[in-house]
């Protein structure tokens, strides 16, 4: 009888306490399932000819020289496109705006 008392306190407990457990929607706060956004892979793409690790092998120059330090590439409008960071013309890290 004992025994019995105390199964059915543990598992009245267990119920009760999975009722509290809020299981998460998705592994970030910030991403939401289904939004893609604006797809990066199309411009992207434009500078892995220029990325060595990537098996590019052109050459960025800026002012008829290899490119050195980081370079910032923007839309028509303004807004940034591209950062990477070059060395000896190479993309060497890169991000999309």
């Known amino acids: ?13 267990l119920i009760s306490s999975a009722q509290y457990y809020d299981a998460p929607t998705s592994v970030d706060e910030h991403y939401v399932i289904g939004d893609g956004g604006a797809e990066p892979l199309a411009d992207l793409e434009r500078y892995e000819r220029l990325n060595k690790s990537l098996g590019g092998d052109s050459i960025r120059l800026c002012d008829g020289q290899p490119c050195i330090g980081w370079v910032e590439d923007a839309y028509a409008d303004g807004t940034l496109k591209h950062k990477g960071y070059y060395d000896g013309g190479e993309l060497v890290l890169y991000k999309k705006g």
Request: hydrophobic content about 60%; overall charge positive.
């Open 1 to 13: 009888m004992k025994y019995a008392a105390l199964f059915l306190f543990i598992t009245c407990g």
